[in-house]
Structure formats: structure tokens, C-alpha cells
């Protein structure tokens, strides 16, 4: 029975020190791998605190609805759009013309922008054609060339969309510019001294190790599109979240003008969350390298 104690006492410590261990270390987890972790709770909890804040400030009266309203009167305002449209259009034929602007303009910026980034990247000379130009319009605000483009393309839908274009175009030729920067020389010779060609070496080499950057860049590029949207749709446009806005704010109707910003800033999260999960199937190996 003595040895029976001895034992069990013996096993306790062990047993307790397996259900207690932790889970094993992944490579990086702990260093080298700066700001890695689950954020998922202190993002939720963050968002209900906002809310909360909204909700305690507008009950409590602390300031006039004229300026925020409370959440109630935005989902009140949202059924009732959603149901009668706005100036007699649909709710959601808003929502898909300006998206249709938005992602036809990423589209053409990403047509055009990414071969034209990576052969910068590839060709000082096409680099010190192209690089000037684009420099030079890229700090400009939106509303700043936005006369010009009424003046030379007229109030129709190509002044908007080139609008649009103008300020993704940008940061999507620059992305892909850098990114062929980041493969390492060491490789480039790898690859040809094993036989391989100019082509090889961009498409096996170059174009993985810009990826990255790539999609880093897309990202940046829509949220800029989303940023001159409103400003796209000041050009007598009568259809859209950008005119829902504006329109609303002239007559004072916050409600409307808080409920366009929230839908506008929905869709937008919604592709760079896309964006991220195609960034974690696509470049794996981004940020353990």
C-alpha cells in the first residue's frame, strides 16, 4: 500500500505537467514573426465598443440627432430605402452602379498597370519613360484634375471612371514595380545558370517573389477607388452611393449620408478580406521567408 502512495504520488506531478503543458512552439511563432496572432476577439470587441459608445452618446442625448443619430434611425432609414429606393431608384441598383465604377476602373488599372509596373521594374528604360509622369500626377488630389476631366470627357461615365482609374492606377504600377525589386540576385543567378531564359526567370523567379507586393498593392489601389468615388459621383451623376451621400447631405439627412459611408465601407472590407485570403493561398510563404 506504501509503494502504491509512493507511485501514485510520483504519477501526480507528471499528469499534472501534461495537462497543464502548453501546446508546442510553432517555428516563429514566438520570434522573428513580429505582430503574428489571432486578433479576431479584440476586433469584435472593439467594433461592440464602438457601437456601444454610439449608442450610449445618442440615448443619452449628449448630442443632437442632427449630427449623430443613433443606430436605431440608421437601420430604421436602411428598411426604408431598402424598401421605397432612393429618388426613385432601387437601393441596390445604387450599390451596383458604383460598384461596377469602382471595380471597372480597378480592372483597367490592373490591366494596364501591372505589366507596365513589372516591365519598369525589368527596363531602366521604360522606367525613366513612365517613372516622371506618373510621379508627378500621383500625390495630386483626385478634385483637383476633376475639372479637367469634365472639360475633356464630358459629364458622362467616362469622366468618372477615369476618375477612379487615375487614383488606383497609380499605386498598383508602383506596387508592381517594387515588388520586382524583391526578388533576392541570388536566385535570379541561380536560375540562369541552370540554362534558363530571360522568360524562365521573370515567370519562375520574378513573378513569385512580386506577388506579394502585387496584392499589397491591389489593396491599397481599391481603397483609393473607394476614396474618389464620391468625388467621381459630384459629375452629375444621379445614381450611386457617392450621390446618395452628397444628395442627402445638402438636404441634412445624416442618417442617409452615415448609412451610405457604413454600405460603401462594407463592400470595401469585403474585398480586402478577399484580398487577404487570396493572398494566403496564393504566397504562402509571405512573411516566413
Same mark, same amino acid.
Given at each position: 500500500?506504501? &509503494?502504491?502512495?509512493?507511485?501514485?504520488?510520483?504519477? =501526480?506531478?507528471?499528469?499534472? +505537467?501534461?495537462?497543464?503543458?502548453?501546446?508546442?512552439?510553432?517555428?516563429?511563432?514566438?520570434?522573428?514573426?513580429?505582430g503574428?496572432?489571432?486578433?479576431?476577439?479584440?476586433? +469584435?470587441?472593439?467594433?461592440?465598443?464602438?457601437?456601444?459608445?454610439?449608442?450610449?452618446v445618442?440615448?443619452?442625448?449628449?448630442?443632437?440627432?442632427l449630427?449623430?443619430?443613433?443606430?436605431?434611425?440608421?437601420?430604421?432609414?436602411?428598411?426604408?430605402?431598402?424598401?421605397?429606393?432612393?429618388?426613385?431608384?432601387?437601393?441596390? &441598383?445604387?450599390v451596383?452602379?458604383?460598384? =461596377?465604377?469602382?471595380?471597372?476602373?480597378?480592372?483597367?488599372?490592373?490591366?494596364?498597370?501591372?505589366?507596365?509596373?513589372?516591365?519598369?521594374?525589368?527596363?531602366?528604360?521604360i522606367?525613366?519613360?513612365?517613372?516622371?509622369?506618373?510621379?508627378?500626377?500621383r500625390?495630386?488630389?483626385?478634385?483637383?484634375?476633376?475639372?479637367?476631366?469634365?472639360?475633356?470627357?464630358?459629364i458622362?461615365?467616362?469622366?468618372?471612371?477615369?476618375?477612379?482609374?487615375?487614383?488606383?492606377?497609380?499605386p498598383?504600377?508602383?506596387?508592381?514595380?517594387?515588388?520586382?525589386?524583391?526578388?533576392?540576385?541570388?536566385?535570379?543567378?541561380?536560375?540562369y545558370s541552370?540554362?534558363?531564359?530571360?522568360?524562365?526567370?521573370?515567370r519562375?523567379?520574378?513573378?513569385?517573389?512580386?506577388?506579394p &507586393?502585387i496584392?499589397?498593392?491591389?489593396?491599397?489601389?481599391?481603397?483609393?477607388?473607394?476614396?474618389?468615388l464620391? =468625388?467621381?459621383?459630384?459629375?452629375?451623376?444621379?445614381?450611386?452611393?457617392?450621390?446618395m451621400?452628397?444628395? =442627402?447631405?445638402?438636404?441634412?439627412?445624416?442618417?442617409?449620408?452615415?448609412?451610405?459611408?457604413?454600405?460603401?465601407?462594407?463592400?470595401?472590407?469585403?474585398?480586402?478580406?478577399?484580398?487577404?485570403?487570396? &493572398?494566403r493561398?496564393?504566397?504562402?510563404?509571405?512573411?516566413r521567408?
Amino acid at each position: 500500500m506504501t &509503494e502504491r502512495i509512493k507511485t501514485d504520488a510520483v504519477r =501526480a506531478p507528471g499528469l499534472v +505537467a501534461r495537462l497543464s503543458r502548453a501546446r508546442p512552439t510553432r517555428p516563429g511563432e514566438i520570434y522573428g514573426v513580429p505582430g503574428q496572432g489571432n486578433t479576431l476577439w479584440l476586433s +469584435a470587441l472593439s467594433i461592440a465598443f464602438f457601437f456601444f459608445v454610439w449608442w450610449l452618446v445618442t440615448a443619452m442625448g449628449w448630442v443632437r440627432p442632427l449630427f449623430v443619430p443613433s443606430p436605431a434611425s440608421i437601420v430604421m432609414k436602411f428598411v426604408e430605402i431598402w424598401n421605397n429606393g432612393f429618388t426613385g431608384t432601387p437601393f441596390i &441598383e445604387h450599390v451596383l452602379i458604383s460598384t =461596377a465604377r469602382v471595380f471597372g476602373a480597378f480592372l483597367l488599372a490592373c490591366i494596364i498597370g501591372l505589366p507596365l509596373g513589372l516591365a519598369m521594374g525589368m527596363s531602366p528604360v521604360i522606367r525613366g519613360i513612365f517613372d516622371p509622369p506618373i510621379e508627378f500626377y500621383r500625390p495630386i488630389p483626385p478634385l483637383a484634375y476633376l475639372p479637367l476631366m469634365i472639360i475633356w470627357f464630358g459629364i458622362g461615365e467616362m469622366s468618372k471612371i477615369l476618375l477612379i482609374f487615375l487614383s488606383v492606377f497609380a499605386p498598383v504600377v508602383l506596387g508592381a514595380r517594387s515588388g520586382v525589386r524583391s526578388a533576392a540576385i541570388e536566385q535570379i543567378h541561380a536560375a540562369y545558370s541552370f540554362g534558363a531564359t530571360r522568360w524562365q526567370v521573370m515567370r519562375h523567379v520574378i513573378m513569385p517573389s512580386a506577388l506579394p &507586393e502585387i496584392l499589397t498593392a491591389m489593396r491599397i489601389g481599391i481603397g483609393f477607388g473607394w476614396t474618389t468615388l464620391v =468625388a467621381a459621383e459630384m459629375v452629375a451623376a444621379t445614381q450611386g452611393l457617392g450621390y446618395m451621400v452628397l444628395s =442627402a447631405s445638402q438636404f441634412l439627412q445624416t442618417p442617409v449620408v452615415i448609412l451610405g459611408i457604413f454600405i460603401i465601407a462594407i463592400i470595401a472590407f469585403a474585398f480586402d478580406l478577399l484580398m487577404r485570403f487570396l &493572398e494566403r493561398r496564393l504566397v504562402p510563404w509571405k512573411g516566413r521567408m
